[in-house]
C-alpha cells in the first residue's frame, strides 16, 4: 500500500520523509495539505497536533518526522535505515535523539538578535554540543562512508536537518562558522548536503507549489 506523506511546500521535516521512503524505494506520493487560510481542516482532524509531516499508510497515521521515519523503516520492504546489530540500532536512535533535541532546540534559540546576550549563550551552548557529537557521534557508526554505511540511514537523515539549517538560513552565519571547528561534523555535512537523495526529494518538496502536487514512484 502507498505511503502518503502530508506535508506543505515549506516543511522542510518532511525531506527526512521523503529520502528515507526513496531510500527504502517504497511507493509514495506528496500530498499537500495547505490551504489559502491554513493547514485543510481534513488534515487538522487526522491528527491530535496539526503539524507536519504527517504519514497516512494502511488507513492509519504517524506524526513527527523522526517517528514517521522508524514507521517507514519498519513497515516499507527494502534495506534497513537503522543497523541491525542491537547496540548500534540504539545508538543510532540516541544520536538521533540528540540530534533533534539538543542540537535543534539550540539552533531554536539562534533566532535571538545577532550581538545580543541571549545570542552570545546560544552560540556557546551550540558550539558545545556540537563538540560532544563531534567526538562522540560516529564511535558506533558503520565502518565506511556516512553514520548508516555508503547509503543514508536514519542517523544520517536526521543531522541533514541541522546542516540543511546552517547552510541554508542567512541569519545562521556565526553558527555555521562555528560548524568549522568540529571536522568530522563539518566533512559529514559536506557529503550529506551533496548527496542526491536530498537534493530530489528537497526538489520534489518544492515542486508541490505548482500542480501536479503529488510525486508518485
Known sequence: MI???????SC???IRNIVALREKQAAYTLVDVATAAGKAPWFLALTP???????RHAGEIVVESR???????????????LPSDPLRRSWARIWNGYCDEVLMRCIYRLTAPVGTPERVDALDQFDRALARADRHVFEHAAADGLWGGEQPGLTDIC??????????VESMADARHLLGHHPTLQRWSERLLAHPSFRVAEAEL????????????
Do not use: Q
Not at 505511503?3 to 511546500?9: P, R
Not at 517517528?67 to 535505515?81: C, F, K, Q, S
Not at 543531522?159 to 541554508?168: G, K, P
Open 67 to 81: 517517528e514517521i521515519n522508524e514507521y517507514v523503516d519498519a513497515a516499507a520492504p527494502g534495506r534497513a535505515l
Open 3 to 9: 505511503f502518503e506523506v502530508l506535508t506543505t511546500a
Open 159 to 168: 543531522y541533514w536537518t541541522v546542516f540543511d539549517v546552517l547552510a541554508r
Open 206 to 217: 518544492v515542486a508541490m507549489s505548482a500542480p501536479p502536487s503529488a510525486c508518485l514512484h
Open 49 to 55: 497536533f496539526g503539524k507536519t509531516p504527517g504519514l
Open 12 to 14: 522542510r521535516w518532511s
